[in-house]
Nanobody
Framework: QVQLVESGGGSVQPGGSLRLSCVAS????????IGWFRQVPGKEREGVAS????????FYADSVKGRFVVSEDRARNAIYLQMDSLNSQDTGLYRC???????????????????????????WGRGTQVTVSS
């Protein structure tokens, strides 16, 4: 079974940057759909960005557009999330998710509301904490 391991989190001041990594170990990502989500205690897991590795389609939550960028490195089985101009609202536990092996991918052409829906993903890493504070 593939394992997802996130890293790169930390504490930064407002306006700072971080680059998160999500690496699949065991074997390659089992799904074409990878999502970055963040979670704050007392709130639902929020979709931040998603990428379809089959079509290259990327979606971002409105709250991060223009500040976050998703990229991938297939040779390293890695998905990255570059986060710039961070603010306190970006604080949270960031987790990457994918769909279980054997589950069909999210249909091509699905809108952001689907691709950023946590219910579309059922396999998760443990997460990396991001804290933005002065």
């Amino acid at each position: 079974q593939v394992q997802l391991v996130e890293s790169g989190g930390g504490s930064v001041q407002p306006g700072g940057s971080l680059r998160l990594s999500c690496v699949a170990s065991g074997r390659a990502f089992s799904s074409y759909n990878i999502g970055w989500f963040r979670q704050v205690p007392g709130k639902e897991r929020e979709g931040v960005a998603s990428i379809s590795r089959s079509t290259g389609t990327i979606f971002y939550a409105d709250s991060v557009k223009g500040r976050f960028v998703v990229s991938e490195d297939r040779a390293r089985n890695a998905i990255y999330l570059q986060m710039d101009s961070l603010n306190s609202q970006d604080t949270g536990l960031y987790r990457c998710g994918t769909r279980s092996h054997g589950r069909s991918p999210i249909p091509d052409g699905s809108p952001a509301s689907v691709c950023l829906d946590r219910k579309e993903y059922d396999f998760w890493g443990r997460g990396t904490q991001v804290t933005v504070s002065s």
